[in-house]
């Protein structure tokens, strides 16, 4: 008998009890409780981080991954409870199916692996071996995931309070998703997810803004973007203006850079200096930035920062050098929210010098992907005065590529196509994937990964860019779909999402050359992971610099603002698709503030005060504060320099990438090495096109 004494065990079992999960982190880890047969056991389960090439680890049908350690103690010898001889630990859904064996366990840490689950549990129970493939034993200890803590009452509980008082407010023609009087148009109904009745007759606390047919005067139909290539020295006329889109056989007035959906593609050669002539022809004021390029300070197209902003009718010249290869993009850095949701933004491709940088493909396909929140009665209007959708950001209900509702491409069978993926949308993430195509990780926002990897999908946060190249093997039809596991907060249910963005047609003849051999190989970028190497002296050492991401949530109305708040539940680590429209709409920029706090001073967005020379390495570290009020993910994108992501969460990223732009999950810690090769003000920021007009921004000093 290897049983410890009672007392000892209870002594033990008190300890860990006490220690539990810290709260910081109650995303990310479950108290295991023991069986009432069995009180002395006690344990806990930590969701550890799945490194992966993107932002987060989900699975391709969007269920997000734990690494699963389990710290038991308490389990008293198996022997003493039966024919047993050991404790095997299990995972499964709420319905007990499917049973998910992790594996033998026993008192001490012990990592078991990896689920998929939205909701799940982990049961420990004493078995007769560890060979067992089904569940017969006593259960000694189990513990639900944070997501099955919130509950079907709690939002139902909260607006019963407020029925009265909210229903009263009557939506007029509003309810059927017409343009009521005051000219806002609602938003529509989440699919799949009940619209709470109590919020009806709210509105955003600004005036709606549309692109004003009158003094747009005859905006032409917009056509599909088009390639330019440019030389060194070259000069491209760009000019923002009013076209009319036609989306889902409806027409919309929206904005375009040269009358195209989306800008021009810029193609250069890498080192090369363009010159963009810019001309504004919207109603607002804008300036144009060139997002993730290392360019001169003062082209960086940030009004207030680098430029004063370029009012209606006037022009900016803009130097643009491009010294890394790959994939950025362009857009306007004044009101995000509007501009670039009305269709401002494009591609630049920078040829790499090295003809061998990527490896070989058929063909490069170049998309851009993006949302639209279009009602009944059109284009739901933005906010002149402050963004609306200050909370989560503006989701769309129509997902684009491109600018079109239904992507098509014809290829080959065998055919390597490298896609360059850009998110060009305000807020949502994609978790993108082709069914039955083969498809490789090569390439994000400045460049090759150190080493290639398969994957079977892409997950794509705000402005983040990421090369894969997708091998279609077999004839017939393959479609390019978005899945994600959309929270539906009244009910506590996730419920699966599907869109098919697109659809790729594979033709019987075979394609020429064939690439399959080039392709069934993983490349090592040594020239990539030799570069990375030399900055390896700085992955171990302490932050230099902390910032908190965080929100203030000002003067929000009842019954809004309860829902709002509800730390005390479960926030998902992303909010894929915007489950409660309503309330996210009408909480506007003057109701909420997002927040970047430097940790070390207290200071938070434009009051910090950062300064740095040419040639510092900061270890810095973003954490995505989990209790605030409201928690959401955050894309923070820096400009004007590069970033490698060391560790998330504790794990080391096996497989590093200059990045500009990465996603933080609610409630996830990160360190990154930022090189500060450039010198100028430059911003960094959340780019979530809401959160940054609510405030999520700051701007610091490379002398
Ligand atoms: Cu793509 Cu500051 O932005
Ligand atoms: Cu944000």
Redesign the pocket.
């Known amino acids: 008998m290897l049983a410890l004494p009672a007392a000892l065990a209870a002594g033990a079992s008190a300890a860990w009890a006490q220690r539990g999960c810290p709260p910081r982190d109650d995303l990310y880890c479950m108290e295991l409780v023991a069986t009432p047969a069995f009180p002395a056991a006690t344990g806990i389960a930590r969701l550890g981080w799945v490194p992966t090439p993107f932002g987060v680890a989900v699975t391709p049908e969007g269920e997000h991954l734990y690494d699963l350690t389990l710290t038991l103690d308490g389990l008293p010898d198996p022997r003493t409870l039966g024919p047993y001889f050991t404790y095997v630990a299990w995972a499964t859904t709420p319905v007990l199916r499917p049973m998910l064996k992790l594996g033998d366990v026993r008192n001490g840490v012990a990592r078991v692996g990896r689920v998929g689950f939205n909701k799940f549990l982990i049961l420990v129970s004493a078995e007769p071996s560890a060979a067992v493939r089904d569940r017969s034993g006593p259960l000694v200890l189990r513990g639900a995931s944070p997501s099955m803590r919130l509950q079907p009452h709690d939002l139902p509980i909260l607006l019963a309070a407020a029925g009265g008082h909210a229903e009263t407010q009557s939506r007029g023609d509003a309810a059927h998703g017409r343009k009521s009087s005051d000219g806002w148009v609602p938003p529509p109904m989440h699919p799949g997810v009940p619209m709470l009745p109590g919020l009806m007759g709210f509105r955003p606390q600004a005036t709606p803004f549309l692109p004003d047919p009158g003094a747009a005067g005859v905006a032409s139909p917009a056509i599909p973007h088009r390639f330019i290539r440019l030389n060194d020295g070259d000069t491209l006329r760009l000019e923002a203006g009013p076209v009319t889109r036609t989306i889902l056989g409806r027409s919309y007035l929206m904005y375009g850079f040269n009358g195209q959906y989306p800008g021009p593609v810029v193609e250069v050669a890498q080192r090369a200096t363009i010159v963009v002539d810019f001309v504004n022809r919207t109603a607002l004021p804008t300036a144009v930035?060139w997002?993730g390029v290392r360019l001169d300070n003062r082209f960086d197209g940030?009004p207030h920062v680098t430029q004063e902003p370029v009012a209606p009718g006037e022009r900016f010249v803009y130097h643009v050098h491009f010294p890394d290869a790959g994939i950025y993009w362009y857009?306007p850095?004044h009101r995000e929210d509007i501009q670039q949701d009305l269709g401002l933004y494009g591609n630049l491709f920078v040829r790499p010098t090295d003809p061998d940088y990527f490896a070989p493909a058929h063909r490069d396909e170049i998309l851009m992907l993006d949302d639209l929140l279009i009602g009944e009665a059109g284009l739901v209007p933005y906010g002149l005065e402050a963004a609306t959708h200050a909370l989560n950001g503006r989701f769309g209900n129509v997902l684009l590529v491109n600018g079109e509702p239904r992507y098509e491409l014809e290829v080959r069978r065998g055919e390597v196509i490298r896609f360059f993926l850009t998110n060009a949308s305000s807020t949502r993430v994609f978790n993108l994937s082709f069914p039955d195509a083969r498809m490789k990780i090569v390439g994000s926002d400045l460049g090759n990964y150190e080493r290639e990897e398969w994957t079977e999908n892409v997950v794509i946060a705000p402005?983040e860019r990421y090369i894969v190249d997708v091998r279609f093997e077999s004839a017939g039809r393959v479609p390019l779909v978005n899945r994600v596991h959309a929270l539906d907060k009244v009910f506590g249910n996730f419920v699966a999402l599907v869109d098919t963005l697109g659809l790729v047609r594979v033709a019987r003849r075979p394609a020429r050359p064939d690439l399959s051999a080039g392709f069934d190989h993983l490349r090592e970028n040594d020239d990539v992971a030799a570069e990375i190497a030399r900055y390896r002296v700085h992955f171990d050492r302490p932050p230099d610099r902390e910032l908190e991401l965080t929100v203030r949530l000002g003067d929000i109305p009842f019954p809004i603002d309860p829902l709002v708040r509800m730390d005390s539940l479960y926030f998902h680590p992303v909010e894929w698709s915007g489950t409660m429209p309503e309330m996210n709409w009408v909480t506007t920029a003057r109701q909420v503030r997002w927040v970047v706090r430097d940790v070390a001073t207290g200071a938070e967005n434009d009051a910090i005060d950062w300064r740095f020379h040419v040639g510092d390495l900061v270890r810095l570290r973003l954490r995505n504060q989990r209790h605030a009020g409201h928690a959401m993910q955050h894309p923070i994108?820096i400009?004007g320099q590069r970033f490698l992501v060391l560790s998330v969460n504790g794990v080391a990223n096996p497989n590093r990438v200059w990045k500009d732009t990465v996603l933080l999950p609610v409630g996830v810690t990160a360190e990154l090495l930022v090189e500060l090769s450039n010198p100028g003000r430059w911003?960094l920021?959340c780019?979530i096109a809401e959160h940054l007009s609510a405030g999520m921004a700051m701007v610091f000093e490379v002398s």
Do not use: D, T, Y
Request: glycine fraction near 0%; proline fraction near 0%; aromatic fraction near 0%.
């Open positions: 930035h997002h940030v857009h850095h402005a994108h400009h911003m920021h780019h």
